[in-house]
């Protein structure tokens, strides 16, 4: 069956960056964009961008370039998201998850998500 | 950006309503619309695709329509375990963008 586990909970000062993992499994890997999310407390959910991990293609949405890298690791079917920079606004739950089919170049509904990283920004 | 309007922000129903939840697209998006449960304290779940396909292992009592720019979900007799919050999603054109929710509860 498909899951996404995505790494635990973090703890960062204002500035510094954090890394989240994505780790797929009961499908081929390489076959479905992977996309994230954040959800800040109590608000709704916010599109960050997709890694299609056929290739390491990525795109960022403009509220996040220049601060997100994603990538990934076909070796361990694992997707990463970092962000750098961390404000406090970046408080916020981040979700990974796959897109529904593999041929919509990252266009898509999600089918599959994480549990979700909380990451809560401290001053 | 492609704004979606969802409507309204919040709802309560009783047990066996008929509930109807709607966004509207800033721009033609044809039928790019996908629409999302989240519980909780818990990740969303994709209940209808391409707006009006039910996604496997929905109950059929969930569905979408639409009609030009305006799309609309509707529970056909609400369960006490659809207390959630509903989100509308668009992804005709980059970025990926969601309606702001709808939270339901039951009366």
């Known amino acids: 069956q498909v899951q996404l586990v995505q790494s635990g909970t973090e703890v960062k000062q204002r500035g510094a960056s954090v890394k989240v993992s994505c780790k797929a499994s009961?499908?081929?890997?390489?076959?479905?964009?992977m996309h994230w999310m954040r959800q800040a407390p109590g608000r709704g959910l916010e599109w960050v961008g997709w890694?299609?991990?056929?290739?390491?293609?990525?795109k960022v949405t403009h509220n996040f370039e220049g601060r997100v890298t994603m990538t990934r690791d076909t070796s361990t079917s694992t997707a990463y998201m970092e962000l750098r920079r961390l404000k406090s606004t970046d408080t916020a739950i981040f979700y990974c998850?796959?897109?529904?089919?593999?041929?919509?170049?990252?266009?898509?509904?999600?089918?599959?998500w994480g549990q979700g990283t909380a990451v809560t920004v401290s001053s | 950006d492609i704004q979606m309007t969802q409507s309204p922000s919040s709802l309560s129903a009783s047990v066996g309503d008929r509930v109807t939840i709607t966004c509207l697209a800033s721009?033609?998006?044809?039928?790019?619309l996908n629409w999302y449960q989240q519980k909780t304290g818990k990740a969303p779940r994709l209940l209808i695709y391409?707006?009006?396909n039910l996604e496997t292992g929905v109950p059929s009592r969930f569905s979408g329509s639409t009609s030009g720019t305006n799309f609309t979900f509707v529970i056909s007799s609400l369960q006490p375990e659809d207390v959630a919050t509903y989100y509308c999603?668009?992804?005709?054109?980059?970025?990926?963008?969601f309606g702001q929710g709808t939270r339901l509860e039951i009366k």
């Open positions: 009961g499908y081929t890997f390489t076959g479905f964009y």
């Open positions: 998850a796959r897109a529904r089919t593999g041929d919509r170049l990252g266009h898509d509904a999600f089918d599959f």
């Open positions: 391409d707006a009006s």
């Open positions: 721009q033609d998006i044809t039928n790019y």
């Open positions: 999603q668009q992804y005709d054109n980059l970025p990926i963008t």
């Open positions: 890694i299609n991990p056929h290739n390491g293609d990525t």
